[in-house]
Nanobody, 127 residues
Framework: QVQLVESGGGLVQAGGSLRLSCAAS????????MGWFRQAPGKEREFVAA????????DYADSVRGRFTIARDNAKNTVALQMNSLKPEDTAVYYC????????????????????WGQGTQVTVSS
């Protein structure tokens, strides 16, 4: 079983950048498809970005496409979310999620497709 721990959140001004990192424990991380989700106060958790276990497949929510980049390092058991040109509406708790995946290029977009979650890290973007 993989356990996930996020880091890198904080307070940043609009237009700034942050890099979130998700560290995974467990020997099966390299077969885990990974995703980033976020949840703002009073709102449902929403998809941000996803990556297949091979790293060859990625997808983004329309609201972050072109500003955020997801990447993974299977040798280091980490997945990162580089966030540029941040906006106040990006303010949320960001969660790392994972699930075992047989297919190297497959990624997942829904919260109910993941069975492993981190504790979340707060990102606040001031205007």
């Amino acid at each position: 079983q993989v356990q996930l721990v996020e880091s890198g959140g904080g307070l940043v001004q609009a237009g700034g950048s942050l890099r979130l990192s998700c560290a995974a424990s467990g020997r099966t991380f390299s077969s885990y498809a990974m995703g980033w989700f976020r949840q703002a106060p009073g709102k449902e958790r929403e998809f941000v970005a996803a990556i297949s276990w091979s790293g060859g497949g990625t997808d983004y929510a329309d609201s972050v496409r072109g500003r955020f980049t997801i990447a993974r390092d299977n040798a280091k058991n980490t997945v990162a979310l580089q966030m540029n040109s941040l906006k106040p509406e990006d303010t949320a708790v960001y969660y790392c999620a994972g699930r075992n995946s047989f297919y190297p290029g497959l990624y997942y977009l829904r919260t109910d497709e993941y069975d492993t979650w981190g504790q979340g890290t707060q990102v606040t973007v001031s205007s």
